[in-house]
């Protein structure tokens, strides 16, 4: 009996033990529960951490979009430090827009995927180094922009993988014209390469710095001279920083292609508006900046602008001829100047403007403005916006409209023309655009022409 008694204590020990010793940290089943645990939670991490990658690199405000047929993926200004996978898109892009973000250095590969684009868009980010296997693959490449980095250097080796490149920008990089650069200098130096490397100058050494890189001659690249020296080459002597009369749009202005070329112009301190303004830029911003006085053929060349922004500035003169050749412009911003009128003949070209902005300037409610009310009664099509008496203090804060009828109503009879009806001598139904423009040629013709002539019938046999 005891020993029964013995072998079921035993028993219920050996039961009691395995439940113990999982509980002990470190041991049996624990051991596993701990391990799975610690296996699982690397497996959420890494989870964890793959997902938080993907969308730090691919924020989900970039954006895929048609235009032509063709796909776009605009990744602009996203504070991007590296190039998102070619994976993350619907469709394969032509076109891929990785401007004003953080990226500082382009490795090897980093384009993998991206076969089909044409167009590469790298401007205003803080590129330092691209290394020489960074576009492999990108034979269908057309268009390159770089403009507004960081870059010292490239090699030429870089732009080898590139055989359809035509359009490369490079300008505002703080170049290192010496031994490093002459592969390259040579090569935008190619005759056929007249769209590659425009506009880009040198940094250092003080012997070359602000000459344009297409006009140095690479021999002198090599020589071994301290970048931070005050040294001269007698064979290329030093020449002053040019002084530039005029600001040149190209350089200055932040230029995008696509999908249509516009240039941001705003903000940069400017007095008047920069020369070169491709004939191929479709918008161009050039408000918050200093500008006064708009020149006549300011924009001669640009005829193929659409919208145009002008506003806070401090513009008080708009010259006869200013907007000539805009024949094709749909929106004109013109608000918070200090426009007090707009002279006869200066918004005859716009034959095709939809939107007019002219809020927040100091309109003057004299005889002055009344062509300004002409000629947008003669254009209906035009919506316009801010045009408000500021002065003379009788008129302030009247309608321009409603003060151009006033003073029409208010003219003296016998300027008045003769009239067959009570209808005709009523001023409200003179606004259509054939009177209006009777009025004013009235008004330019002189009175004797304008006496009633008297006509003969003459009977032919």
């Given at each position: 009996?005891?020993?029964?008694?013995?072998?079921?204590?035993?028993?219920?020990?050996?039961?009691?033990?395995?439940?113990?010793?999982?509980k002990r940290?470190?041991?049996?089943r624990?051991?596993?529960?701990?391990?799975?645990?610690?296996?699982?939670?690397r497996?959420?991490?890494?989870?964890?951490?793959?997902?938080?990658?993907?969308?730090?690199?691919?924020?989900?405000?970039?954006?895929?979009?048609i235009?032509?047929?063709q796909?776009?993926?605009?990744c602009?200004?996203?504070?991007?430090?590296?190039?998102?996978?070619?994976?993350?898109?619907?469709?394969?892009?032509?076109?891929?827009?990785?401007?004003?973000?953080?990226?500082?250095?382009?490795?090897?590969?980093?384009?993998?995927?991206?076969?089909?684009?044409t167009?590469?868009?790298?401007?205003?980010?803080?590129?330092?180094?691209?290394?020489?296997?960074?576009?492999?693959?990108?034979?269908?490449?057309?268009?390159?922009?770089?403009?507004?980095?960081?870059?010292?250097?490239?090699?030429?080796?870089a732009?080898?993988?590139?055989?359809?490149?035509r359009?490369l920008?490079?300008?505002?990089?703080?170049?290192?014209?010496?031994?490093?650069?002459?592969?390259?200098?040579?090569?935008?130096?190619?005759?056929?390469?007249?769209?590659?490397?425009?506009?880009?100058?040198?940094?250092?050494?003080?012997?070359?710095?602000?000459?344009?890189?297409?006009?140095i001659d690479?021999?002198?690249?090599?020589?071994?001279?301290?970048?931070?020296?005050?040294?001269?080459?007698?064979a290329?002597?030093a020449e002053?920083?040019?002084?530039?009369?005029?600001?040149?749009?190209t350089?200055?202005?932040?230029?995008?292609?696509?999908?249509?070329?516009?240039?941001?112009?705003?903000?940069?301190?400017l007095?008047?508006?920069?020369?070169?303004?491709?004939?191929?830029?479709?918008?161009?911003?050039l408000?918050?900046?200093e500008?006064?006085?708009?020149?006549?053929k300011?924009?001669?060349?640009?005829?193929?602008?659409?919208?145009?922004?002008?506003?806070?500035?401090?513009m008080e003169h708009?010259?006869?001829?200013?907007?000539?050749?805009?024949?094709?412009?749909?929106?004109?911003?013109?608000?918070?100047?200090?426009?007090?009128?707009?002279?006869?003949?200066?918004l005859?070209?716009?034959?095709?403007?939809?939107?007019?902005?002219?809020?927040g300037?100091?309109?003057?409610c004299?005889?002055?403005?009344?062509?300004?009310?002409?000629?947008?009664?003669?254009?209906?099509?035009v919506?316009?916006?801010?045009?408000q008496?500021?002065?003379?203090?009788?008129h302030a804060?009247?309608?321009?409209e409603?003060y151009?009828?006033?003073?029409?109503?208010?003219?003296?009879?016998?300027?008045q023309?003769?009239r067959?009806?009570?209808?005709?001598?009523d001023?409200?139904?003179?606004?259509?655009?054939?009177?209006?423009?009777?009025?004013?040629?009235?008004?330019l013709?002189?009175?004797?022409?304008?006496?009633?002539?008297?006509?003969e019938?003459?009977?032919?046999?």
């Open positions: 009996m005891r020993v029964n008694s013995s072998l079921l204590l035993a028993s219920l020990l050996l039961l009691l033990l395995p439940s113990t010793e999982m940290p470190g041991k049996g624990g051991l596993k529960g701990a391990r799975h645990k610690l296996t699982r939670d497996v959420r991490g890494v989870g964890r951490h793959g997902r938080s990658r993907v969308s730090r690199l691919v924020p989900p405000s970039c954006s895929e979009s235009e032509a047929g796909v776009f993926v605009d602009q200004g996203r504070r991007l430090n590296a190039v998102p996978a070619s994976k993350t898109w619907s469709q394969e892009p032509k076109h891929l827009l990785l401007a004003r973000n953080r990226i500082k250095v382009l490795r090897d590969g980093a384009f993998l995927g991206y076969e089909g684009l167009s590469l868009d790298l401007q205003q980010n803080q590129i330092s180094l691209v290394e020489e296997g960074t576009f492999e693959g990108l034979t269908q490449l057309t268009t390159l922009l770089l403009q507004h980095n960081q870059l010292g250097t490239l090699s030429e080796e732009l080898i993988p590139i055989p359809n490149l359009y920008r490079l300008y505002d990089n703080p170049w290192i014209c010496l031994c490093g650069m002459e592969s390259l200098i040579r090569t935008l130096q190619v005759p056929s390469n007249r769209h590659v490397g425009n506009y880009a100058r040198c940094a250092e050494p003080t012997r070359l710095k602000n000459i344009k890189l297409k006009q690479p021999e002198l690249l090599c020589k071994e001279l301290d970048p931070t020296s005050n040294q001269t080459d007698p290329q002597p002053p920083s040019p002084i530039r009369g005029k600001y040149d749009a350089t200055l202005c932040h230029t995008y292609l696509f999908p249509e070329v516009r240039m941001d112009c705003s903000n940069r301190g007095t008047e508006v920069p020369t070169g303004i491709p004939e191929d830029a479709v918008h161009i911003d408000s918050h900046n500008i006064r006085h708009l020149k006549a300011t924009f001669h060349g640009a005829s193929s602008l659409r919208t145009l922004n002008l506003s806070n500035n401090r708009l010259d006869k001829g200013s907007l000539s050749g805009l024949l094709h412009l749909r929106e004109l911003d013109l608000s918070d100047n200090g426009l007090h009128f707009v002279q006869h003949g200066v005859e070209d716009l034959y095709f403007l939809s939107k007019l902005k002219l809020v300037n100091p309109w003057m004299d005889y002055s403005i009344h062509y300004m009310v002409y000629w947008l009664r003669l254009h209906p099509a919506r316009h916006s801010g045009l008496c500021h002065s003379p203090l009788e804060g009247d309608s321009v409603e151009v009828r006033s003073y029409n109503r208010g003219c003296p009879k016998d300027r023309p003769n067959l009806n009570k209808d005709q001598t001023p409200e139904l003179w606004n259509t655009p054939l009177e209006l423009q009777g009025e004013l040629e009235e008004e013709e002189p009175s004797h022409l304008r006496k009633p002539k008297k006509y019938i003459i009977r032919l046999s």
